[in-house]
């Protein structure tokens, strides 16, 4: 088996791995960046707040960022504390305006920019076997030849396990996601995200690059029927009692298929060893209503690479790395909760009342 030797090694290509290994790159170091190729579905992420901008600037990728083919959020529509529409202009924010994005793309590019800064991206179809001997850990893919030995593990996995270390989570809620994607007619159309508190959740939509555009409606796992014939059913049925979302809805083509996604809040119960530790989502997940999904993995993964770099020991650097996660959590649950009990007078369902009691 060929031994590949390398600095760092970091599972996972979303931004915050991604994020992690240019930044390592570009400070000097010898980084392979695991990219496990996706077998399934549509990844959800496709609304980016302005916020992105300082990550990427820090990064160096700004301007190739802008280059992409996505399209400027002119900012939001909200029905949410009252059932009067809420308008917010993306011009205010200092960051400029976020963006829409075809999420599988853009990953696809920060991969194509990691390798430019001078990562070797690697890509796995499985999930990798790490073991460690002496101060080295040893990564194979059963289906590759090679095996990478690196002293430093990054594993940026999202929800999904790593190889590496306990994978128990956490978790502040029973969050989930259908999604409903779908191809609507060519012409002017305002480009903002729409964001509806219902009945029984709450709702986004937005449209996206190449005249797509994406339907979300989400409420706790429990609370949907279980088989996915009737979720379908529900879903359509919540669509109905809404006024922003069913207005948008209505360019989409009928009886498009829907697809399901975790979304609760959720902490890592063990995020660092000896050698390792998991970045971005890995770490923590956050429900899409904090707009914190992609630009706060990005700035995660830029993060751990300046901690790396800059700091005289690496645990050290794992450990505040660690620290700043558990306090960034704990300040978004409070935030998370004023946010909801602004909503919650508004309705009698079970899905408020949980969230009106927190």
């Not at 760092?8 to 290509?13: L, R």
């Not at 996995?157 to 994607?181: F, H, Q």
């Not at 529900?234 to 697809?259: E, N």
């Not at 660690?322 to 960034?328: G, I, L, N, S, V």
Request: charged share 20%; glycine share 8%.
């Amino acid at each position: 088996m060929e031994l590949r030797a390398a600095d760092v090694a970091v599972v996972g290509a979303g931004p915050a791995g991604c994020a992690a290994a240019i930044g390592l790159a570009r400070a000097g170091c010898d980084v392979v960046l695991y990219d496990r190729r996706r077998t399934f579905g549509i990844k959800p992420g496709e609304i980016i707040e302005s916020r992105v901008r300082v990550s990427l600037t820090e990064l160096g990728i700004d301007v190739a960022f802008d280059a992409l083919n996505s399209l400027a959020l002119a900012g939001n529509l909200s029905s949410w504390d009252e059932e009067s529409i809420i308008e917010s202009d993306g011009m205010v924010s200092p960051y400029g305006l976020g963006a829409l994005i075809d999420r599988s793309s853009f990953e696809a590019w920060l991969i194509s920019e990691a390798e430019r800064a001078g990562v070797a991206a690697i890509r796995s179809e499985r999930q990798l076997q790490a073991d460690r001997s002496g101060n080295r850990w040893y990564l194979v893919d059963r289906q590759d030849s090679r095996c990478v030995v690196a002293p430093l593990v990054l594993q940026a996995t999202g929800r999904a396990n790593g190889p590496i270390g306990p994978s128990e989570r956490i978790a502040t809620d029973r969050l989930v996601a259908l999604l409903m994607y779908g191809t609507v007619p060519s012409g002017v159309r305002a480009q903002n995200l729409l964001i509806e508190a219902g009945e029984n959740g709450w709702w986004y939509a937005a449209p996206l690059p190449h005249s797509r555009a994406v339907v979300a409606f989400l409420t706790d796992a429990d609370l949907l029927p279980r088989t996915w014939a009737a979720k379908k059913e529900y879903f359509r049925d919540q669509l109905d009692l809404t006024q922003l979302i069913s207005a948008f809805a209505k360019a989409l083509p009928p009886d498009l298929p829907l697809v399901g996604h975790p979304a609760n809040s959720s902490l890592r119960q063990v995020m660092r060893g000896n050698g390792w530790a998991c970045i971005g989502e890995a770490a923590a997940s956050y429900d899409p209503l904090s707009g914190r999904g992609v630009p706060l993995a990005l700035s995660k993964g830029a993060a751990m690479a300046r901690l790396i770099v800059h700091g005289n020991n690496v645990s050290r650097a794992f450990e505040a790395y660690e620290h700043a996660e558990r306090a960034t959590f704990d300040d978004y649950c409070a935030q998370q909760r004023v946010t909801y009990r602004r909503a919650a007078p508004r309705f009698s369902s079970v899905f408020w009342t949980r969230r009106r009691n927190q």
